[in-house]
């Protein structure tokens, strides 16, 4: 165990300040878990989900003063700062792959390529797969409130301040995403039924 | 499989929401490579950050304090240019072949004789 685990991040930014590699290794240790899982659910892609979360812990180490613990929670910044990161290293890789002429296909949140579909489709169960198709689908910030309050169990209260949004517009958010879900589920499920309806008939 | 939800079964959000909130994933390798990265990178200090305000703030005033020097300079060109054609509209007199010089003695000269 670390000399460090038991200080606080913003004891732990305070002494990075200082230019403490030891401090920094232990604020490494112990969010990067939870904002690569952010940054995956984000960008559905593990090489892009660890660049991100790399480049920005790499920064604040550059930059620590960025952050001041009279503003705001250290993991609520750090929320909002891998957000951005994931949103920026995806219009980073559309335009990369826009310039590219050969690359017909690419999967940003919302357009999925049909090879990433066929990998998916076999590592999920059914609903699950079409439940990850329909957060691919969300708007962005009706993903973030999901990924935030659902799967990184934030209180509502801290995800609406990593937002930038009110507690009320939170809310709205997350019940728009959850019908949402459900419709795309639900229509996967009966494209799928009608699929297999048609290969019933045709293999008879 | 104990993650599957049957397939006909009306569709409960929630239920699969919670199902599906586990990503293995060992992050050990991915900490190791941002920390021995941070030790290969200089950080930008306090000290650093003040000196690249600084160096900013005076670069930002210099520009200012040259633009205004340049705007003077072209605007009392403008005026000096403009003075003799004034001074020879004012007093009737011919511009021709008249420098400053001597329309700054002819002043003189017509002040004095209204005094």
Known sequence: ?204 | MPNEVNKDSPVDIDALLAMSDDIEHDTTPLQKLIIEQAVLLPQKTEATRRNILFRGQFLRRFTVITACAAIFGIGLNIFLADAPTQFVEQYGLSSEELDFQELIMIEDDILFAQL
């Open chain 1, 1 to 204: 165990m670390s000399a460090y685990a038991e200080f606080d991040d913003a004891r732990l930014v305070s002494l990075m300040k200082a230019g403490n590699n030891d401090a920094f290794a232990e604020l490494v240790a112990r969010h990067t878990d939870r904002f690569f899982a952010l940054a995956y659910r984000t960008l559905h892609s593990r090489p892009d989900a660890e660049d991100v979360v790399q480049t920005a812990f790499l920064k604040f180490w550059e930059r620590p003063h960025l952050w001041s613990a009279d503003k705001s929670v250290f993991t609520t910044w750090f929320y909002r700062v891998v957000i951005n990161a994931c949103y920026d290293h995806s219009r980073k890789a559309s335009r990369s792959v826009s310039e590219d002429s050969s690359v017909i296909e690419y999967s940003l949140p919302g357009v999925v390529s049909t090879e990433v579909l066929l990998q998916d489709k076999q590592d999920y169960s059914w609903q699950q797969y079409c439940l990850q198709e329909g957060m691919k689908r969300l708007p962005n910030s009706q993903r973030d409130a999901i990924n935030l309050v659902v799967y990184s169990k934030l209180p509502q209260k801290q995800a609406a301040e990593v937002m930038g949004v009110s507690l009320k517009a939170l809310e709205s958010l997350l019940v728009r995403a959850k019908r949402s879900l459900a419709n795309t589920v639900t229509s996967l499920q009966d494209a799928d039924r009608l699929d297999e309806i048609h290969y019933a008939k045709r293999s008879k």
